[in-house]
């Protein structure tokens, strides 16, 4: 878009990031995103695309029955986690991943942990301690380094010199110049608490909160706060935040649903998976055909 090309995106979803960050940071995003003059289409799927006899894309048909003429589609589908080639292994693998415990050694089928196949990366779904012992599939490849290495640790001591993986949950982007990151498990998160600056203004802290503890933290243009909000899920402090904060108060500081889509359907995808939850993504980016 910036580069002066007319845009339409496709979002399955009710707004853009809804599955990573909620409904309230979602509908940001998508203001955000109309206002740099994206064609924004909500709740729509693609059904098809329509190329010409040189093999070319030339329209893509949507699940409203709408048509756009297009020459570009950028596609985004998420991902399959590969195990199947673990199959009659004897692990306890499957479509969501490998079960394993917090040192990264692999469950077996019977839920027995073994001492010798040891997981890491994407495909990982282990118990985390900040986070009630959810089973957690951590998208990041900032995770797979480090569970890498705490896996390599284990594999080589035994017994006290092992250690867990704790490896903080984070994610960033940015969207026409604005900066977008978190930390924590946002997707965890059932309500969310503006606690530093304006939704309106999209620069901003919100934290979120589950059963009575911050779970996560996200900023838009706000980083500053990121560290400060790690260490309180690291702490396990209470949720809704009660402590004033140093610059200017939002003006509502009540916590709102945070708006996630019930885990059962598929949507844009989170970085962080929760056991249960494989979300499917589709969003498909593309710009319209230049006469």
């Known amino acids: 878009r910036e580069m002066g090309l007319p845009v339409t995106v496709a979002e399955r979803a009710g707004a853009p990031l809804v599955g990573a960050l909620g409904g309230v940071v979602g509908a940001v995003a998508a203001d955000l995103q109309l206002e740099n003059g994206v064609d924004l289409r909500t709740h729509v799927t693609v059904t098809a695309l329509e190329g010409d006899s040189a093999g070319r894309v030339r329209a893509v048909h949507l699940s409203d029955e709408s048509v756009v003429e297009t020459d570009v589609v950028v596609v985004s589908l998420g991902s399959v986690r590969n195990t199947e080639w673990l199959t009659g292994s004897g692990l306890g693998s499957g479509p969501r991943g490998i079960a394993c415990d917090a ?15 040891f997981v890491a990366g994407d495909v990982a779904r282990s118990p985390h301690a900040l986070f009630g012992y959810q089973f957690l599939s951590l998208e990041h490849w900032g995770n797979a380094v480090a569970q890498a290495e705490t896996a390599a640790h284990n594999m080589i001591c035994r017994g006290a010199d092992r250690r867990p993986h704790l490896w903080m949950p984070a994610f960033w982007s940015s969207m026409f110049g604005v900066n977008i990151k978190s930390v924590g498990v946002p997707p965890m998160g059932e309500e969310l608490m503006i606690t530093q600056g304006s939704l309106a203004e999209r620069r901003f802290a919100g934290v979120y909160g589950y ?18 909000y790690q260490a309180q899920i690291e702490r396990g402090a209470p949720f809704p935040v009660e ?49």
Not at 108 to 116: A, H, K, L, P
Not at 250 to 276: C, I, K, W, Y
Not at 281 to 288: I, S
């Open 103 to 117: 040192g990264c050694r692999a469950f077996d089928f019977r839920g027995i942990v073994t001492d010798d196949v």
């Open 211 to 228: 059963k009575g503890r911050i779970v996560a933290a996200v900023t838009f243009d706000n980083t500053r706060w990121l560290e400060f």
């Open 243 to 291: 402590f004033p904060t140093m610059d200017r108060r939002p003006e509502n500081r009540q916590p709102v649903p945070a708006g996630f889509p019930d885990p059962s359907l598929p949507t844009h995808g989170p970085m962080v998976t929760l056991s249960g939850y494989s979300p499917a993504d589709q969003q498909l980016v593309f710009h319209p055909a230049r006469h």
